[in-house]
């Protein structure tokens, strides 16, 4: 039998790091950042990692054919037709997710999970977010759980800060970005059937346990219907 194919979106601090961990572990599937695989394909300097250095540093966006190439290398190095997977951050836009259903046709993916939390509670999170200012280290800390002595790491002791990234205008610039761009493929698997909402404001145990619930529920009820 195949591994579950299974996707997660939402946005940054929506908590889909954790979520993406809990249900590659529940699984036995692998969690494939496709970030990560494009960084490893630019170290690797492979003739896809050039072509995709270039548009990086040039801040533009990767095109959808490369990350569909550099995605089909990971199926095939990694088996993952057969194994399932957790994408996270993939596919990012309508013509990635269309393609990606081609790759695993008939069936394409199982389900995928939307984790679905407002701005004003992600800019909350967000905002509140300090980390360690050493760079080999990336404690993570919060206005509500700061390190013992203010505001000094616990771990290695260098100043605890807040990153440019993290005050509350650029938050909001990113979520509008992410709203604009995902919008349309929340409405594709909505459309299809595969979309799963989870309100993403609960703690990350509810978060998982409502989602686990949800995708059982489902997977019973495919398998039902197609015995
Ligand atoms: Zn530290």
Redesign the pocket.
Known sequence: MRGLRLLIIGKQGSGKGTLCVQFAQHFGVPHISTGDAFRAAVAESSERGIRAKAFMESGQLVPDDLVMEIVDELFVRESLRERGFLFDGFPRTVHQADLLDATLAPEGVDAVIDLEVSTEVVVARLASRRV???PN???IYSLKSPPKSPWN??????P?VQRDDDREEMIRRRLDDYEAMTAPLVDRYEALGKLIRVDAALSPDEVFSRALAELLTRRLANETGEA
Do not use: Q
């Open positions: 360690c200012s050493n280290c990336g404690a790491c616990d771990l290695c002791g260098s605890v």
